[in-house]
């Protein structure tokens, strides 16, 4: 049996995939569209070397709406998981919501706890994995990020990389920090001490 002490779990950052690691194509699926962005071999690498085990985290409701298959996000996890080894690095997991409620294809047409700003996919996460959330962070671009990291007991972090539009703050939408890019936040991450809990009080970085 799998123990879950805190001192035999590890801690793993949480990305976003589109407008985090790689540049915003929407309901892209097809690896050769798939453009990193600047920053991103550094950040991966950094945080490898950290020893964090590193999660993707993303909703695609593209397969809701019937704009490709649940099946064809095969490819691009083996993409980024190819690219990361590329890189020294090891993709720890993939884990994604197929949902909308307004989608167009019945199974996945539904309201669900694992579509961001909901933490499910973190807690499927973690208990897969074996992760402690409360070491952990998650890393993203938009404000649905930071609450789902902040649901899980995460320490989060903004890419203001231009993906959030709207910035509508509430207590469970403030960012620990903000930064402009993901190298900038890998090296915030590997600075900041370990506390055994999320933060409370959210830090700037100019």
Not at 54 to 59: A, E, G
Not at 87 to 101: I, K, Q, S, T, V
Not at 117 to 145: H, K, T
Not at 189 to 201: D, F, K, L, Q
Request: aromatic content about 8%.
């Amino acid at each position: 049996m799998r123990s879950t002490q805190n001192n035999q779990r590890r801690p793993a950052v949480f990305l976003d995939k589109d407008g985090t690691l790689i540049h915003d194509v929407p309901y892209n699926v097809n690896p050769a569209l798939i453009r990193f962005l600047p920053g991103t071999r550094e950040a991966i690498q950094c945080l490898h070397e950290a020893g964090f085990q590193l999660v993707v985290i993303t909703n695609q409701s593209g397969v809701a709406r019937g704009y490709f298959a649940e099946a064809d996000l095969v490819q691009v996890e083996e993409h980024l998981r190819r690219r990361f080894e590329a890189w020294g690095a090891r993709l720890a997991g993939f884990f994604y919501c197929p949902h909308h409620p307004d989608g167009s294809v019945p199974i996945y047409r539904t309201r669900c706890v694992c579509r961001k700003p909901e933490p499910g996919l973190l807690f499927s996460a973690a208990d897969e994995l074996n992760i402690d959330l409360s070491r952990s962070w998650f890393v993203g671009d938009i404000l649905d990020d930071v609450e789902a990291g902040r649901r899980a007991g995460c320490r989060t972090v903004l890419v203001n990389t231009g993906g959030e539009t709207e910035w509508v703050i509430t207590p469970r939408r403030l960012p620990h920090y903000i930064t402009d890019d993901l190298a900038r936040a890998a090296r915030l991450i590997t600075s900041t001490p370990a506390t055994g809990r999320a933060v409370t009080e959210a830090a700037w970085a100019g």
